[in-house]
């Protein structure tokens, strides 16, 4: 299943301009060709609700109370009741065009401090109406009128309540108290707890290269022993080991994918072709995804060109086939080397060290960044699959160019 991340819907809710909006009907025909396209390629889908309140960074930024608004360096104004009840309202009759524009289920994004977080956190609400209190169950109120919000407006429409493994902000809610949380959300209705990240304000790495593969699964565990519905698991599961292991050991019931899916989209159609050494994946140096949702970029990748552009970069074969000499191993020229074979051209690859992957081996070496070397790997992986003609120690000169043009005009 595919979820649609970050859905504006409602008039405070957007984290950025450039977000699909499914807060009015003038947006169900797009939202149908959406699951209708999805759903061509034997893939269920579903789409997040999102509501940013403080890490708002445009237009009027609110929160449970009044309190900083870290992004923009300035300061959320608190909600008033009549707002919370509209934003509640909104949530349901969002989820009922969902359903009605073919959607498989919604997800609520509860987790990385938005808006459902805000409302249970010590540290931000600080409201003494309803819809505050000293307790989680006091706080929890907004969580549970939104869960019966969206089953008054859809019915009985997979929901899937997205939460956080722990805030890991000091002062806030740690991993035990969410595991407290996660019954009362299931209680209330949802089918599917999502547990993915800590807040974006934590000090503590959650999604780079010298985060450990799984190292938070351990608190989804705590979560998963005390519920009955299913569990998944996301954030630096960047190997198939480590997804088997979480698994088979019930630490969860699903995987989640995000980035991983950016930097190669298809990894689930080569684990069922059993091609699992083919697995791009991801690195975790956050430079072209993580990085870009907070400028309100584009997505891009470190490894993957045509990521976002699939359109304009897709390999196709050659019309002619061709002897290409490429000069230089680093990770450009074997990119360069892997393309050019994969559209059926001779490939000879050029390098004057006696390594592979130039200066992207210097990134590797530092504490923590050990996993850049999957990069280098991977591509000369790909290129021993694909027969490239490697030389190391040779610096490819007029002399060996002059060869090269000689022997294709014999061929001819």
Not at 330 to 348: D, F, I, T
Request: hydrophobic content about 40%; glycine content about 8%.
């Amino acid at each position: 299943m595919i979820v649609i991340g970050g859905c504006n819907f409602s008039e405070f809710s957007a984290g950025a301009p450039t977000m699909p909006n499914v807060g009015s009907d003038e947006y169900i025909p797009g939202l149908r060709e959406f699951a209708e396209t999805i759903h061509k390629y034997e893939t269920k889908c579903a789409a997040q609700l999102y509501h940013s309140g403080r890490f708002g960074v445009f237009g009027e930024i609110v929160a449970p109370s009044e309190c900083d608004a870290p992004f923009i360096r300035g300061k959320a104004r608190a909600l008033t009741e009549k707002e919370i009840e509209q934003i509640i309202e909104d949530y349901g009759t969002a989820a009922a065009r969902l359903k009605d524009a073919g959607f498989d289920a919604v997800q609520v994004c509860g987790n990385t401090g938005y808006l459902p977080g805000q409302f249970l956190s010590p540290l931000i609400n600080k409201r003494t109406d309803r819809y505050g209190g000293e307790t989680i169950e006091e706080r929890f109120t907004f969580v549970k009128e939104v869960i019966k919000s969206i089953r008054e407006h859809a019915g009985n429409f997979p929901l899937i309540w997205r939460m956080p493994h722990d805030d890991l902000v000091p002062g806030s809610l740690t991993f035990r108290e969410w595991a407290k949380i996660a019954p009362m959300i299931e209680k209330e209705g949802a089918d599917v707890l999502d547990v993915a990240g800590a807040w974006h304000t934590s000090k503590v790495p959650q999604l780079t290269a010298n985060v450990p593969h799984g190292a938070f699964a351990f608190m989804t565990y705590e979560i998963k022993k005390r519920v009955n519905i299913p569990v998944v698991e996301c954030h630096r599961i960047h190997d198939l080991k480590t997804a088997e292991k979480l698994l088979l050991a019930n630490y969860c019931d699903l995987i989640g994918w995000g980035r991983p899916l950016i930097c190669d989209p298809y990894i689930v159609q080569k684990i069922k072709e059993c091609r699992e050494d083919d697995i791009r994946w991801c690195i975790g140096c956050a430079q072209g995804c993580f990085d870009m949702v907070f400028e309100a970029q584009p997505i891009t990748c470190l490894q993957n060109p045509a990521a976002g552009r699939e359109d304009q970069y897709q390999i196709t074969p050659a019309e002619k086939k061709k002897k290409i000499l490429v000069i230089g191993g680093g990770v450009g020229g074997m990119e360069a080397a892997r393309v050019a074979a994969l559209r059926g051209h001779e490939v000879y690859l050029y390098e004057k060290n006696s390594y592979l992957g130039g200066a992207f081996y210097l990134a590797a070496i530092p504490p923590g960044r050990t996993e850049f070397m999957r990069a280098i790997e991977w591509l000369k992986h790909q290129l021993e699959k694909l027969g490239v003609k490697i030389f190391l120690n040779t610096e490819c000169n007029e002399e060996i160019v002059d060869r090269n043009h000689e022997e294709v005009n014999r061929q001819r």
